[in-house]
């Protein structure tokens, strides 16, 4: 569940990859906020990519959608996600940026992963008498 609500005035709250995950579509918008460079890595899928300077000096007329901000370590995300709350917005911030989200998918893959795991197959074992055998004495 997300912290309080952000207000007119108020410093604007982080949101977990996990709590990220949870919400509705439709209720949210997730802006991208790193270079293009680093944008071509990887990226949170359905976000949209642009600046900071472009998102404060021109967010997004909808005020009714949340508005998650990421750049890679959740420090200069912040940042905006304050001021949009100044302006009235219910802004978030990632926590942990990019990577946080990362470590998240990655974590979970590898959970979900193992539990679809197939049992382990007995590896054949050799024992010292059949693999010298084949061997010629020099």
Known sequence: ?????CSIGA?????????????????YTVYDI?????RAYGFIPGSVHTTADELENNP?????????IYCAHGVFSIDIADRLCEQGYEAYSLE??????????????QDSELCRA?????????????????????
């Not at 410093?11 to 209720?27: P, R, V």
């Open 34 to 38: 790193r270079s293009e460079t680093d």
């Open 96 to 109: 942990g940026g990019y990577l946080a989200w990362m470590r998240y998918e990655m974590q979970n893959r």
């Open 11 to 27: 410093q604007a709250m982080e949101i977990s990859a996990e709590q990220l995950k949870k919400l509705n579509d439709g209720e």
């Open 118 to 138: 197939e049992p382990e197959k007995e590896i054949p074992r050799f024992d010292n008498e059949s693999v010298h055998e084949g061997s010629q004495d020099i």
């Open 60 to 68: 997004p007329a909808d005020r009714d959608k949340k508005i998650i």
């Open 1 to 5: 569940r997300l912290r309080q609500k």
